[in-house]
């Protein structure tokens, strides 16, 4: 006897192919019924016998396509109704949304086969893609993901691709983005100045002889232009450095294949497997000896891979002009990438030469991921194209909560029943331009979730855009300070809830007494936190000027802690200095214009300048960077001396005066810079483990639970030594995994905290 149910599938199930998957199943266990797309994920009618429907079910849940997540499946019992086949139906557009929006993903092997097959008629197509593979997130327009809702509306199929796309046996049926060189998106090569000089595929052609010619070219790609360059010719690297305003950030490159990466880089098996994925992303990895141009990455042992994750960017490696190229975000200093079209010649001119587009619409703009492996872990740097705006599941109460991040390294989140969705990697808000990119990216998610905002988080700093961005959105406004969102955050990445120690270590964070904070031991949860001990203070004459320039905040903190003497360390350490470390000396007394800071990121500042690696920092932690770069985790040395000193106020304060003067003291000895640089990060971790082992002892009816949030902790000597040195003293160590511990998981935090105190709020 022939029974009834209804299905219903909720997580990232559409633009995955899911639909035919279902039919392929159906027809297998010979289910009739229909299967369609709604707001709320895909909707299954089922009829056939209890065994069949029961062997479906089960096929669902065990065997989903390769991009797909089920977060849920729901059965339900149903009424039969006599159906004689299984089909997919037109999708249903009513009701609000709780779909998971699809992401973007990397060429799959079977459209890289066809494309490299002269049989086949997509041979060389630049846009091929299927059900498994290709532009989701950042041609959407409308949900659910359907053609008419996406940039691919503007492309009548031909008759080959419709058939395919009609087709439910076909891994391309209701493939989106399906096109071919008859009726889909075409490239174009023109110089910058618009003038056109090829397309299709003799424009590929031309682009990688330009480039193995030393010629730097922007390069449209899935969620913006890229600026490429070849990654051996030294001259062009500078030349493009130079045009760009970017002296010695590292910059990425894309290597032909996984064989050439690993050429030039050590690739792990679980590097590889990451860059691999679908989410290819850039994974961060140690430089072996090559040919490589030294400028890539100024003074590091490591550098930004990836692999190509875009036909176009195969076809480019296929003409074996060049193997790897620079690939780095097409925007001018400071300002959000660029990807359209009209900008590109505006904003690249006097950067690139030429520009290598197409007509295939970007309408959301994404960066790549940035990704490591430490300890046999992912963690992200930058979590971008490929991973957003994928949700979390959580069992917190964020419905109808946002919360809009920090002011650098920014993302947004938002809460809509039991999901987080962490928007895109923004950048930092000191610009109109980003801040309007914010505003339209955080419209557009917000279009999509189907929910109202009820509570914003944001900072406590009362000078971030998003403050008074928060105050202008009409709901109620959640003060976060910074460091609780970190380790809150942290908390939610490991799905913790009961009350935790916290390590916050990083750069800048506004705290409750008005002074910067950075260098923090925390005890608390979503609910409270307490502050626990921290850096002594140490003025930063001249505010943000002294974070740019290292050498100031390094002159300042021997003053604090050395007064007269401390000023002629700085006169010996920076002799070029000493009519400003005068001027610098008289604000310290008069405090003009200097804030209070204890900050690892400013610890780190004062010890690179010291150490002559960075007295003049020209991008955000390049002082620090330049620190762990040079770390050797097998070279173990004894820390330097500091105190720890407990006040009345039942918070401690880490003295670092000791290790200070032994610091200048070995380097105007000139003992090794890395000897200093080993002790120099032994004192870090042993001040953070002898710290909350003290504070553990004095509260022993505190849990043994640690987390590890803050920028710092990109730092693997940090992250590794305090981890386990913890662990060997019976704590629980949890550190990040699915959003970064810099500032760009901060919302995820914000978001958890908030969604609490509206929870208390509400019960009182």
């Known amino acids: 006897m022939s029974k009834s ?47 069949e429907l029961e062997a479906f079910v089960k096929a669902i849940r065990t065997e989903p396509p390769r991009l797909s997540r089920i977060d849920e499946v729901i059965v339900e019992k149903g009424q039969p109704t006599g159906f004689d086949r299984f089909e997919i139906i037109p999708s249903d557009r009513d009701g609000k949304s709780s779909l998971v929006i ?12 066809e494309m490299g097959d002269p049989a086949n008629f997509r041979y060389r197509y630049p846009f091929i893609n299927c059900t498994q593979c290709g532009p989701r997130y950042t041609i959407i327009d409308a949900l659910p993901y359907d053609r008419p809702y996406t940039v691919m509306k503007d492309f009548q199929m031909c008759d080959r691709c419709e058939s395919e796309y009609n087709d439910p046996r076909n891994r391309r049926h209701h493939a989106q983005p399906i096109a071919c060189d008859a009726c889909g998106p075409e490239v174009t090569l023109t110089s ?47 030349l493009l450095r130079k045009r760009k305003n970017r002296p010695n950030r590292p910059l990425a490159v894309m290597a032909a294949n996984i064989d050439v990466a690993k050429a030039i880089c050590d690739v792990s098996e679980q590097e590889e497997k990451i860059m691999r994925s679908p989410e290819a992303p850039i994974v961060i990895l140690k430089k072996r000896d090559s040919q490589l141009a030294e400028s890539l990455a100024p003074g590091m042992n490591t550098l930004g891979v990836m692999i190509p994750y875009t036909p176009l960017h195969h076809l480019l490696f296929d003409e074996k002009k060049v193997s790897v190229l620079v690939m780095t975000s097409a925007n001018p200093s400071g300002l959000p990438l660029v990807y359209k079209d009209d900008e590109a010649h505006e904003y690249l001119t006097g950067i690139a030469d030429y520009i290598l587009s197409h007509n295939r619409k970007i309408l959301r703009p994404v960066d790549d991921s940035v990704v490591r492996v430490l300890d046999g872990k992912l963690t992200f740097h930058r979590r971008a194209r490929g991973y957003v705006p994928d949700p979390m599941v959580t069992g917190q109460p964020v419905h109808e909560v946002v919360a809009l991040g920090s002011q650098q390294k920014n993302t947004f989140a938002i809460g809509r029943n039991r999901q987080i969705f962490v928007g895109p990697h923004i950048g ?22 189907g929910t109202e ?21 009409g709901a109620r406004v959640i003060l976060v300070q910074h460091h609780h969102a970190h380790l809150v955050s942290c908390m939610e990445d490991n799905r913790l809830t009961d009350p935790v120690f916290g390590i916050i270590l990083d750069g800048t964070g506004y705290g409750e007494d008005g002074n910067i904070w950075g260098f923090e031991i925390l005890y608390g949860s979503a609910h409270f936190y307490k502050r626990m001990a921290h850096l002594t203070y140490t003025h930063l004459p001249g505010g943000e000027k002294a974070i740019r320039e290292p050498w100031r905040n390094a002159t300042a903190m021997l003053i604090d802690y050395f007064g007269e003497r401390g000023k002629e360390f700085a006169e010996k350490l920076f002799p070029d200095k000493s009519y400003e470390i005068g001027i610098i000396n008289q604000m310290i007394r008069r405090n003009i214009n200097s804030p209070l800071a204890g900050t690892c990121g400013r610890l780190f500042d004062a010890v690179s300048a010291i150490l002559g690696q960075c007295q003049v920092s020209t991008y955000d932690g390049e002082a620090a960077i330049r620190l762990s770069e040079q770390m050797k985790a097998d070279k173990l040395e004894k820390s330097y001396p500091f105190k720890i000193n407990k006040n009345g106020d039942d918070v401690a304060t880490i003295d670092f005066g000791d290790a200070l003067l032994g610091i200048v003291e070995d380097r105007l000895q000139e003992k090794p810079v890395q000897t200093i640089i080993q002790k120099f990060h032994e004192t870090i971790v042993s001040i953070c483990v002898e710290t909350v082992v003290s504070l553990s002892r004095e509260n022993p009816d505190l849990n043994r639970r640690v987390v590890l949030s803050g920028g710092s902790f990109h730092n693997p000597y940090l992250l590794h030594e305090i981890t386990k040195r913890l662990k060997e003293k019976q704590f629980d160590v949890y550190s990040h995994s699915r959003v970064p511990c810099n500032d760009g998981g901060l919302s995820l935090g914000q978001l958890i905290v908030a969604a609490n105190r509206k929870e208390e709020a509400t019960d009182s």
Not at 429 to 448: C, N, P, S
Not at 460 to 468: A, E, I, K, Q, V
């Open 192 to 238: 910058i100045d618009g003038e056109f000089i090829a397309g299709k595929d003799e424009a590929i052609r031309t682009v990688s002889r330009l480039l193995s010619e030393g010629k730097i070219v922007a390069i449209k790609g899935l969620g913006g232009y890229h600026l490429a360059c070849d990654a051996y010719n030294e001259e062009t690297v500078r």
């Open 453 to 473: 905002v009820k509570t914003v988080a944001t900072d406590l700093h009362p000078g971030y855009m998003t403050t008074s961005m928060a105050e202008e959105m």
């Open 428 to 449: 930092d808000m000191e610009h109109l331009e980003v801040v309007d990119h914010f505003k339209k990216e955080y419209a557009y998610l917000m279009k999509w979730m």
């Open 5 to 51: 149910i209804k299905v219903t599938v909720k997580g990232r199930v559409q633009g995955v192919g899911f639909r035919p998957f279902i039919f392929r199943i159906a027809e297998q266990y010979r289910i009739c019924g229909t299967v369609q797309n709604n707001m709320d994920g895909v909707r299954i009618q089922a009829e056939g016998s209890q065994e």
């Open 102 to 113: 699809p992401v973007d993903s990397a060429t799959c092997n079977d459209c890289l086969e």
